[in-house]
């Protein structure tokens, strides 16, 4: 059995939850990080040395960054759809599947997110959220682009490189803020994504506890 350790309202959480949804793979979910604690637990250093969600283990191996558990799960259980066994045609995918988690979600979590989410509202400037929206934006007009008709990035196969792409897009289109009017194919695979059982499940989870308060 797999074990990973996370809250549920962890975005690195949702992606491996929903990768291993995907597969078909039984997992155990331990509740960890934010109000549940335990992140300075040593036992739980030895796995993640930073101290953050998630982790995971799979017998001998233990496993640390969201990114390095949806690649591994995919390459060790996935099938060819969902792990290209080409090198070439995953490396297409894959420096997509980085640049959504190093640039995309980076501007959508690590950007708009963190600030109108993790900061008072009484101290948040609007000229902030602002810009930090219009960074998002950009970024989001990129992905537009680059799925195009779709419907996933492979094309008509669905594979790990829409989680990396995905996971982060329900809180960008949950988010009470100004989203771009010029993005009618990600809004389209947005809806795509929706509609899967295991997205639906793991990443359409609510999070408005994370909210801080005045």
């Known amino acids: 059995m797999i074990t990973i350790w996370g809250r549920d309202t962890s975005a690195n959480l949702q992606a491996v939850m929903w990768t291993a949804a995907e597969i078909g793979l039984a997992v155990e979910r331990i509740d960890w990080g934010g109000k549940f604690g335990g992140n300075d637990d040593p036992a739980y250093r030895a796995m993640a040395p930073h101290g953050k969600v998630p982790a995971l283990r799979d017998g001998e191996l233990t496993l640390f960054e969201s990114p390095a558990m949806?690649?591994?799960?995919?390459?060790?259980?996935?099938?060819?759809?969902?792990?290209?066994?080409?090198?070439?045609?995953?490396?297409?995918?894959?420096?997509w599947a980085e640049w959504a988690k190093t640039s995309l979600a980076f501007a959508i979590i690590n950007g708009v997110f963190v600030y109108t989410y993790r900061v008072k509202p009484s101290q948040q400037d609007p000229a902030e959220v602002a810009r930090l929206v219009a960074a998002a934006s950009a970024e989001a007009r990129?992905?537009?682009?680059?799925?195009?008709?779709?419907?996933?990035?492979?094309?008509?196969?669905?594979?790990?490189?829409?989680?990396?792409?995905g996971h982060m897009l329900y809180r960008w289109y949950e988010m009470p803020v100004e989203r771009p009017t010029d993005t009618p194919n990600l809004d389209a695979y947005y809806k795509r994504l929706c509609a899967r059982p295991a997205f639906a499940e793991h990443v359409m989870v609510p999070f408005e506890e994370l909210k801080a308060q005045d």
């Open 70 to 95: 949806v690649r591994y799960l995919a390459a060790a259980y996935g099938d060819e759809h969902f792990w290209p066994h080409s090198p070439a045609a995953r490396a297409d995918l894959d420096q």
């Open 142 to 165: 990129l992905a537009d682009a680059r799925i195009g008709d779709g419907p996933w990035l492979a094309g008509e196969t669905f594979t790990w490189a829409d989680i990396m792409m």
